[in-house]
């Protein structure tokens, strides 16, 4: 049973344009919801997180929306660059007991076009 | 400071054979994790400690995958004879877990070829 699910599997956009990842999860008892990076031959990298009590959370360029009810939560990457061209991988934790294990999506290859 | 270090970053074992993979976490952290990556695939949970307690072994595949942590410091992973299916990244993260931080840092990984 795939608790995070992710979509879409790839994603092309031309520089400057908005990049739009999903997820959906499943366990309500999951209350961290971090987005990761991935280079290739590179362990994933923490871009941004956010717990459930917010909808929305900014860091630069980079925003998660988060919608409970719905169990979904997405990211959007603004003003896309080149160098964001990476895996992005989202992921879900519960804090308490869990020991913080993440459970991960399946990963979007994002392809940054000049 | 340091990251996550990891070694070997490559490793080539024929089937049957037995390997230890190294994980060294960032100073102070207290949890360590291991996860598996499968090519194309986000990476899935194995183990998890807090110091040098196994608090969580779901996720390991078989019983012929162990981890330990002994000082709570460095960490390893061993494979007793490996099949073609462990063939994957295994990455190690580790966390302070203390004062609401939660993050997780992965180290680069090592990749298992079995062949």
């Known amino acids: 049973q795939q608790q995070v699910k992710q979509s879409p599997q790839s994603l092309i956009v031309q520089k400057g344009g908005i990049s739009i990842i999903n997820c959906a999860y499943e366990?309500?008892?999951?209350?961290?919801f971090p987005w990761y990076q991935q280079f290739p031959g590179k362990g994933p990298a923490l871009l941004i997180a956010?717990?459930?009590?917010?909808s929305e959370k900014k860091e630069g360029r980079f925003t998660i929306s988060f919608n409970k009810s719905a169990k979904q939560f997405s990211l959007h990457i603004m003003d896309s660059q080149p160098g964001d061209s990476a895996t992005y991988f989202c992921a879900a934790s519960r804090r308490a007991g869990g020991g913080n294990k993440l459970t991960f999506g399946t990963g979007t290859q994002l392809k940054v076009e000049l | 400071g340091a990251g996550v270090s990891q070694s070997p970053r490559y490793k080539v074992a024929k089937r049957g054979q037995d390997v230890a993979l190294r994980c060294d976490p960032i100073?102070?952290?207290?949890?360590l994790f291991w996860y598996q990556q499968a090519l194309g695939q986000g990476p899935e949970f194995l183990t998890y400690?807090?110091?040098?307690?196994?608090?969580?072994k779901s996720g390991l595949p078989s019983d012929r995958f162990f981890a330990e942590r002994p000082e709570g410091s460095v960490s390893t992973l061993k494979i007793q004879r490996t099949q073609q299916e462990d063939s994957a990244v295994y990455l190690c993260?580790?966390?302070?877990?203390?004062?609401?931080?939660?993050?997780?840092?992965f180290g680069p990984g090592t990749r298992l070829t079995v062949l």
């Open positions: 400690f807090q110091n040098e307690a196994q608090l969580d």
């Open positions: 993260a580790s966390s302070p877990y203390r004062d609401r931080r939660y993050e997780q840092f």
């Open positions: 100073s102070g952290h207290v949890s």
């Open positions: 366990n309500t008892a999951f209350d961290y």
């Open positions: 956010i717990r459930p009590d917010v």
